[in-house]
T-cell receptor, first 115, second 115 residues
Framework: AQSVTQLGSHVSVSEGALVLLRCNYSSSVPPYLFWYVQYPNQGLQLLLK??????LVKGINGFEAEFKKSETSFHLTKPSAHMSDAAEYFCAVSDLSTGGFKTIFGAGTRLFVKA | GAGVSQSPSNKVTEKGKDVELRCDPI?????LYWYRQSLGQGLEFLIYFQGNSAPDKSGLPSDRFSAERTGGSVSTLTIQRTQQEDSAVYLC?????????????FGPGTRLTVT
């Protein structure tokens, strides 16, 4: 069965510093992988997705993630944090072994950005 | 275009009462999902629909929870005899469905408080 592990429930960075949010997955078949962001009191919105094309995926707001099959990882990065990046970030994997509909979400990582 | 909408946005109910939560997906989206997000927790998968059928109900916490979808559009999540542990934000999402990347579009959620 698919699973997703996000390392670190909270990450704190200074404004302008590198953002690195870690995600590892387990999957019996090549997965579809996603990062979603949730701003306070809002629903989730898609940040970026990996669907077996390019392994380096670029998303909105300057975020990108790299699919590394050998490490079963899909870490999210941004070169320079902005105050507006403070939010909760969820890594997710679509269970393609069951048709792709069931999506498993990680527990989330809350990003704090210090001035 | 219109996104996923959910109603009500907030619901306060007494323990033991039944509640109905509504989700209007994006027009043309064949897949619809319900999740539960408890305070400080990640997303807990409840159920998904492909059209009007629900192939996977494994996430429903108990038989007090049920969901239906009619006309391939609106969905209702019903919780009978509510308990305090049902207090959470209930999120609905929709996606285009099979043959796509399965990225999901989320509604703003319904915050349920059981007193």
């Amino acid at each position: 069965a698919q699973s997703v592990t996000q390392l670190g429930s909270h990450v704190s960075v200074s404004e302008g510093a590198l953002v690195l949010l870690r995600c590892n997955y387990s999957s019996s078949v090549p997965p579809y992988l996603f990062w979603y962001v949730q701003y306070p009191n809002q629903g989730l919105q898609l940040l970026l997705k990996y669907t077996s094309a390019a392994t380096l995926v670029k998303g909105i707001n300057g975020f990108e993630a790299e699919f590394k099959k050998s490490e079963t990882s899909f870490h999210l990065t941004k070169p320079s944090a902005h105050m507006s990046d403070a939010a909760e970030y969820f890594c997710a994997v679509s269970d393609l072994s069951t048709g792709g509909f069931k999506t498993i979400f990680g527990a989330g990582t809350r990003l704090f950005v210090k001035a | 275009g219109a996104g996923v909408s959910q109603s009500p946005s907030n619901k306060v109910t007494e323990k033991g009462k039944d509640v109905e939560l509504r989700c209007d997906p994006i027009s043309g989206h064949t897949a619809l999902y319900w999740y539960r997000q408890s305070l400080g927790q990640g997303l807990e998968f409840l159920i998904y629909f492909q059209g009007n059928s629900a192939p996977d109900k494994s996430g429903l916490p108990s038989d007090r929870f049920s969901a239906e979808r009619t006309g391939g559009s609106v969905s209702t999540l019903t919780i009978q005899r509510t308990q305090q542990e049902d207090s959470a934000v209930y999120l609905c999402a929709s996606s285009l469905g099979q043959g796509t990347s399965y990225e999901q579009y989320f509604g703003p959620g319904t915050r349920l408080t059981v007193t």
